[in-house]
């Protein structure tokens, strides 16, 4: 929930910070990363060749994925960020070794998520749904699915 003197931008991330947490992800921050706290790692501004991205997923300490965080009022224009989005995918990161670009990719406010798995022969970004939801969790199970499928990750 959103406090008083919140701006837009941190409302949003105490939002999806939330979701990926309810999914199963340990969200931490760069300067304070224990690999040992759970399977899944969403940390938060990491830094990548292009910049830090907002989010970057780990799996079994292997990068698998980008979450990139608006305000809320950016709900209906959110697919205008999936370039920026794809940029910190195919990122090089610091502290690891990754040689392709990471397979997922997501666009969040907290409240709309759009999801692009850049292993399809024709990836394009779509609304996160069950679909998505199991894509993720063929690729890399963190836990077992759950009934609510809207969150990130879950």
Partial sequence: M?????????AARENIDSLLTQAGWAVQDKNGIDPKASLGLAIREY?????????????????VGVVEAKPEHWGQKITT????????????????????????????????TRFTDSRDPRPRSWPWSAVSAA????????????????????
Avoid at 2 to 10: D, F, K, L, S, V
Avoid at 135 to 154: N, V
């Fill in 81 to 112: 960020v999936e370039e920026q989005s794809r940029r910190y995918a195919s990122a090089k990161l610091k502290w690891v070794s990754n040689s392709q670009p990471l397979p997922f990719v997501y666009e969040s406010t907290g409240v709309v």
């Fill in 2 to 10: 959103a406090r008083a003197n919140q701006t837009p931008e941190q």
């Fill in 135 to 154: 894509l993720t969790r063929q690729f890399h199970p963190i836990r077992k699915p759950c009934a609510t499928t809207s969150k990130i990750g879950s």
């Fill in 47 to 63: 830094q990548t060749d292009t910049g830090p991205a907002d989010y970057v997923l780990f799996i079994d300490r292997k990068p």
